[in-house]
């Protein structure tokens, strides 16, 4: 049974025991520390171009496929409509996307990067993959690989 490293109890342990339940032994408490964590090794890079996760992940993804809907883009980037909708308008008013109707489908807006998010996103991309460094590195190369390939299987 894997053991906990912080108490020693097994975790498998942790999660059986319904009279005994410990918040910081379940996987949503977690999950939010990780996260948290990653955010803020994120914030520490990319502070200084006022850029948040969402709007460095729909950049990214725009840079990588090209032109695409807002609802694919959010689709995309695991964004629910709401969330991409606040992230391309805020990204837009900074200059950094702009939008078109589709020729097809008069209703739908297509969204590309300008010159201006083109040059940003690119300028950031190794400060993504060094953020996943960083959020990464207390782990062996072998766990690396193991939570990433897990979290894939979870999402």
């Known amino acids: 049974m894997k053991q906990d490293t912080e108490d020693s109890t097994p975790v498998c342990e942790s999660l059986e025991k ?3 339940y410990r918040v910081e032994a ?5 999950l939010r520390r990780a996260h948290q964590r990653a955010s803020s090794i994120f ?4 502070a200084d171009e006022q850029i948040t996760p969402t709007q460095f992940a729909a950049l990214a993804k725009l840079k ?3 032109e695409l809907s807002q609802n694919y883009l959010g689709r995309l980037t695991a964004m629910d409509p709401a969330t991409i909708q606040g992230v391309t308008r805020r990204l837009m008013d900074r200059g950094l996307l702009q939008a078109r109707p ?14 201006a998010g083109e040059k940003l996103v690119t300028s950031l991309i190794q400060r ?4 996943s460094a960083e959020t990464l590195a207390p782990l062996t190369p072998e766990e690396q690989d193991a939570i990433v390939r897990l979290l894939k299987k979870l999402s």
């Open 26 to 30: 379940q996987i949503g408490h977690l």
């Open 18 to 20: 319904v009279g005994e």
């Open 43 to 46: 914030q520490s890079h990319m």
């Open 128 to 131: 993504g993959i060094d953020v």
């Open 102 to 115: 589709d020729k097809e489908d008069r209703r739908r807006m297509l969204l590309c990067l300008t010159d």
């Open 64 to 66: 990588d496929e090209g």
